[in-house]
């Protein structure tokens, strides 16, 4: 039967994706520098042999004929994913794939240096060849999709979302956010805070995390937490590695980092086991699990009873000198600031949104073709002046050149980080009603909170669209309603 000769085969594809994740993380967290050269090589040969997999011949006729076979909803739902997987890898010429891999190799590698140097005439010669190839891949999806050229990329990372509706939901959200944040930042203006300033060791930062990890019910037999450059959860359902990185002059920053990625952890063991080793059992979307990261990080890890158990727990690792510091509602404080700043990175909750919106508008205009890639600096100033009113003239290191999805040509990834934040809002909202999620923070059993997320989002793993995901959850799609009430109670209620 073709269905179940293509279930088999993407089962094989996904065993050899495990190993590649976890050679991912080897790579990132504890291999040493010596290695790179080698790894590189074998998980470069590994791409191409899971691609020559996706591509084989006789999986065009097993969905040709698998199509006539289907009868349930879940039959239909597993081909449409695996129908998905297997059109996004042959949807490319290799000639094209080869040609972005080494322009975006070359920009990304240049980048590193030229962002220090503010170097924005030796980076734009590089970038020229990217944004070309980018825009030679958006025209062949869009063919193929009938999507707009920008749509089409936006798709890889947001499936079913489209400009029109991310058009209408920014557009409201700039209606509101700007004045909002100056209200913020007037009302924060005279209240004290009182900042860390002791040692914080990165062996008692590392305890703090996992005893924080405990409470949000980590899987540790399934799952582990190290460190690395960069933060970021990868591996696999059954395996799922997390990373921190620790500053041992603050703690503050490491301590929500691991809220975040925990986050994401969790909808990873949480993805239905019946589906392991199938495309409809993966995640439904970037700004999907994006949403889980930021449920944790933001509704859940921020919200004032989890700060009370936060604060309680630094002040048993650290020190007791610090009493101030550690009150709860100095706590609050610290993981509530709102500061108009230029990195996207660094960026609160309140004013983050904002650096989203204007690179989806920039990077929307130019795989359309409505503007050339030499109109970036001029644009982002615009937009950064308009939207938190800073001025990045001649700034390209702190401006446009200052992060790395560009560089090899991800379009269409960011509007998947405030997506995230909207949906989080939206979930929250929502399970309200039927949990008493202020209770249970308090009496520290999240057991209900993660009994609503596991029932309407973790366990649906793909088998729905998100439009429909987020209707059977919340009753609604996406409506940003809930970010702003969200966000106008926690900094001005």
Request: with cysteine.
């Amino acid at each position: 039967m073709a269905f179940t000769d293509l279930i088999e085969h993407f089962k094989k594809i996904a065993h050899f994706q495990h190993l590649s994740s976890i050679c991912g993380w080897d790579q990132a967290a504890v291999m040493p520098a010596g290695g790179a050269q080698a790894r590189s090589e074998a998980m470069a040969q590994l791409s191409v042999h899971i691609h020559q997999l996706l591509t084989e011949p006789q999986l065009a006729e097993w969905f040709a004929r698998s199509q006539e076979q289907l009868e349930t909803a879940q039959q239909k739902a597993t081909w449409r994913e695996m129908h998905r997987q297997w059109q996004l890898a042959n949807a490319l010429p290799e000639s094209l794939v080869k040609a972005q891999s080494l322009a975006g190799s070359q920009c990304e590698h240049a980048w590193r240096s030229q962002r220090k140097n503010n170097d924005w005439t030796g980076f734009e010669k590089n970038w020229a060849e990217v944004v070309k190839l980018s825009q030679e891949e958006a025209q062949i999806r869009s063919d193929i999709t009938g999507l707009s050229r920008y749509d089409a990329m936006l798709d890889l990372y947001e499936p079913g979302t489209n400009s029109q509706a991310l058009d209408k939901v920014f557009n409201e959200v700039k209606t509101w956010l700007p004045s909002l944040i100056d209200q913020v930042l007037e009302k924060q203006s005279h209240e004290p805070i009182i900042l860390p300033t002791a040692h914080y060791p990165a062996d008692e930062q590392k305890a703090l995390g996992l005893e924080v990890m405990k409470l949000l019910q980590f899987d540790f037999n399934h799952g582990r937490l190290d460190q690395s450059t960069h933060p970021f959860c990868g591996g696999v359902p059954s395996d799922v590695r997390i990373t921190t990185r620790y500053n041992e002059a603050e703690f503050t920053q490491s301590l929500m980092g691991i809220v975040h990625e925990t986050g994401h952890a969790r909808y990873e063991q949480g993805l239905p086991k019946a589906f392991a080793g199938n495309p409809v059992g993966h995640a439904r979307s970037m700004g999907i699990h994006e949403s889980q990261s930021l449920f944790f990080e933001m509704q859940l890890g921020r919200s004032a009873p989890f700060i009370e158990h936060l604060a309680t727990l630094a002040q048993q690792h650290f020190s007791a000198n610090e009493s101030a510091v550690f009150a709860a509602d100095n706590f609050q404080k610290l993981y509530t600031r709102v500061e108009k700043g230029f990195i996207r990175v660094d960026a609160d909750e309140l004013t983050y949104p904002a650096h989203v919106i204007l690179r989806y508008e920039i990077e929307r205009d130019l795989m359309n073709g409505h503007i050339k890639h030499t109109d970036v600096p001029e644009l982002w100033n615009e937009k950064m002046g308009a939207y938190l009113g800073l001025s990045t003239a001649g700034n390209y290191q702190n401006g446009c050149m200052q992060d790395i999805h560009w560089t090899d040509g991800s379009f269409g990834y960011f509007p998947s980080y405030t997506l995230g934040a909207m949906y989080a809002a939206q979930f929250m909202a929502t399970m309200k009603h039927s949990v008493d999620v202020e209770a249970a923070i308090a009496r520290k059993d999240l057991s209900p909170i993660f009994t609503w997320l596991s029932d309407n989002i973790w366990s649906q793993g793909s088998l729905l669209t998100t439009d429909e995901l987020v209707k059977q959850a919340t009753g609604e799609v996406l409506n940003p309603v809930h970010f702003k009430a969200h966000l106008v109670s926690r900094y001005l209620g």
